[in-house]
C-alpha cells in the first residue's frame, strides 16, 4: 500500500513568489494535515481539511492557504513569500484521530 | 486550545541504559496521546500510542505511560541501541479536533 506521497520534493523560490505543493494520503484516509517544521525546530500545525472542507488552521497568517480535492489529495498554497517561510512542509493523514502517518516532505527555500 | 511541553530537549546515553522521556498536556479531555520518533531527514514515523482508557502500554523496547490525574505521559526506551538516535515528539489532539499539537521534541543520543 503506498504511503503519503508530496510533491514536490525541493522548491526553492524568490522572495514574494508563489509556491505550491501537493500531498496525496493514504487509500482511504480522508484528513490531511499540514505541518511546517523550520530547520532545528518543532512541528506547528497549519491546516487540517477533512471530507474537503478546512476543519482547523493554525496561528499562520492568511497568505496560508490550501483546499482538499474530491479524491482527498490536498494542495498548500503559500503567497507573497517570505525568507522566514523556508521550511520543511509536511503532510499527514489519517482516518479519523488515529493512525496519523506523514509524508517525506517538501523542503522550500525562499531566496 | 491544548499546550503540550516536553522535556528534556536532549538527553545523551550509553549504549544499553534506559531513556525517559515526558509531555505534559493542558487539556484534561484530551484522550489519544501518540509518539513519533524523526531521524535525521526523514519524515516522523508514529512508534507508539496510548489512549485515555489505560495507563500503560508497551510494545517490545518501548512503552509508554499516562497519568491523567497529573496530565502527563512520558515514552521509556530500554536497552537503547544507537539506531535509537533520533528526534522524539509527543503529541497530543486539539480540543474537539484532529488536528495533532506536537511537543517542541528531544534530540536522544545514544552512544556506543
Known amino acids: 500500500e503506498a504511503g503519503v506521497t508530496q510533491s514536490p520534493t525541493h522548491l526553492i523560490k524568490t522572495r514574494g513568489q508563489q509556491a505550491t505543493l501537493r500531498c496525496s494520503p493514504i487509500?482511504?484516509?480522508?484528513?490531511v494535515y499540514w505541518y511546517q517544521q523550520a530547520l532545528g525546530l518543532g512541528l506547528q500545525f497549519l491546516l487540517w481539511?477533512?471530507?474537503?472542507?478546512?476543519?482547523n488552521r493554525g496561528n499562520f497568517p492568511p497568505r496560508f492557504s490550501g483546499r482538499q480535492f474530491p479524491n482527498y489529495s490536498s494542495e498548500l498554497n503559500v503567497n507573497a513569500l517570505e525568507l522566514e517561510d523556508s521550511a520543511l512542509y509536511l503532510c499527514?493523514?489519517?482516518?479519523?484521530?488515529?493512525?496519523?502517518?506523514f509524508g517525506a516532505g517538501t523542503r522550500l527555500s525562499v531566496l | 486550545g491544548e499546550n503540550v511541553e516536553q522535556h528534556p530537549s536532549t538527553l545523551s546515553v550509553q549504549e544499553g541504559d534506559s531513556a525517559v522521556i515526558k509531555c505534559t498536556y493542558s487539556?484534561?479531555?484530551?484522550?489519544?496521546f501518540p509518539w513519533y520518533k524523526q531521524e535525521l531527514g526523514k519524515r516522523p514515523q508514529l512508534i507508539i500510542d496510548?489512549?485515555?482508557?489505560?495507563g500503560e502500554k508497551k510494545d517490545q523496547r518501548i512503552a509508554v505511560t499516562l497519568n491523567k490525574t497529573a496530565k502527563h505521559f512520558s515514552l521509556h526506551i530500554t536497552e537503547t541501541q544507537p539506531e535509537d538516535s533520533a528526534v522524539y515528539f509527543c503529541?497530543?489532539?486539539?480540543?474537539?479536533?484532529?488536528?495533532?499539537?506536537f511537543g517542541t521534541g528531544t534530540r536522544l543520543t545514544v552512544i556506543p
Open positions: 503529541a497530543a489532539p486539539q480540543t474537539g479536533a484532529n488536528n495533532l499539537f
Open positions: 499527514a493523514s489519517s482516518f479519523g484521530l488515529l493512525d496519523w502517518y
Open positions: 496510548i489512549r485515555s482508557n489505560v
Open positions: 487539556d484534561s479531555a484530551s484522550n489519544y
Open positions: 487509500s482511504g484516509h480522508t484528513s
Open positions: 481539511y477533512d471530507e474537503g472542507e478546512e476543519r
